[in-house]
């Protein structure tokens, strides 16, 4: 035999996906958006969420400012929930929105909002490089949704959002590297984040549970592992967020 | 998205997904493997009206770059006896091959000897069945980089060498029964 014919041989053959792995995937990758002009991955990728009930929708018109950031984005995620068939039907009383984190990336400020409902739906709205951080957001700086589905990572089905804390993550893009997100620990007072070149502790907010910072010395780290600790110094507990690629 | 996209993309999940694995899988451990596969597929979902069909060699490049985006990977390719590993536990068995086990691993020895560049560019085409077009598309070069990548790999592993065989060295300690 030949080096040449023993290096050809020597070819793995295709191995057949496993059925349940693979249906589940090509289910989980075909819910989710695709990447429109119109409309910013970024975005998209950030609030790790694939709407399939509705669609996260961008106003065309811009609205003026009145109030709080907290104010429009009740009022933007209040008028959504009237527009029929959206996703944010149903949703009852919505609860004022809570700023889950603002910071300044290398795009801009980054700010993100939860807001639940009575029903038990859970909303969202985000800016991410159009709004300056200062006064209010307008409603066309402002992307948001409600409910719908989660991509939670390959390999996964998608998960209906029901939680705060099933948003955010760890994200590296042309903003640079950024992570954010809800506590799942009530009592979390802070959040240790470990990764390749990371190695600080952010605040978590006592109202939102939110937590969230650029973290330029990330670049290098394609997964971190976020810890919660309470008051007492306690672990409450240890996620991990893979960076999603592309 | 429209029901065609959907049924088109399903099939290019089944066809060209265990190819997609297949280069995976020397490339990063077992474990990451389903990882690697549905993330390059979830970037050609998003990017399905400009992948080009067939979609195989887009494929394999943006899996490529999955895996070079993942620390993990990069690490453990860094040396050559984990390269040894990952293409060990990526070819096929010696038996199912027609050779012996001392063949096999003279073989994977030798490729993984090779720097990085040129062994990718000659298992595109041996093991991945790309075309050397294909490959140099996957690879993001110029097709005529690729074929010197792809000819030097072969020199410096003998291929050109019509007369070249493997070495007998190498086999004969488990030829048991003496040579002829």
Redesign the interface.
Known sequence: ????S????????????DPV??QA??T???S????QSSRP?RGRRRTAVALVAGFLTLSTATAVAVGGPGDVVKRVLTDFGEQPNTSGNGLGRLDDPQLVAQFRTEKGVFAFWVATSSSGGVCFAMSDGTWNGEGSPTKDQLTYGCGGQI?A???RPPEELTRPDQLGGFFKDDAGPLVYGVSAYGDAVSVHVQG?GVDRTLPVDPDSHGYGAALPEAA????LTLTFVDADGRVLGTTRSVA??? | MSTPDVEEFGEAWNRDGPRVAAYVRRHVPSDDVQDVVAETFLQAWRRWDVVPRPPIAWLIGTARKVIGNSRRAVRRRRALHDRLVLLGSAARASEDAGMLATERLAALEALSALPDHQREALLLVAWDGLTPDEAATALGIRPGTFRVRAHRARSALGLDNTSGRVAAVATRPLTRGGFE
């Open positions: 035999m030949t080096k040449d023993i290096i050809t041989a020597l070819a793995p053959p295709p191995e057949p996906f792995w693979s995937t090509l989980g990758i075909v989710g958006n695709r990447t991955a991509y990572g390959p390999g390749m290098q780290a394609s997964a999603p690629v592309g």
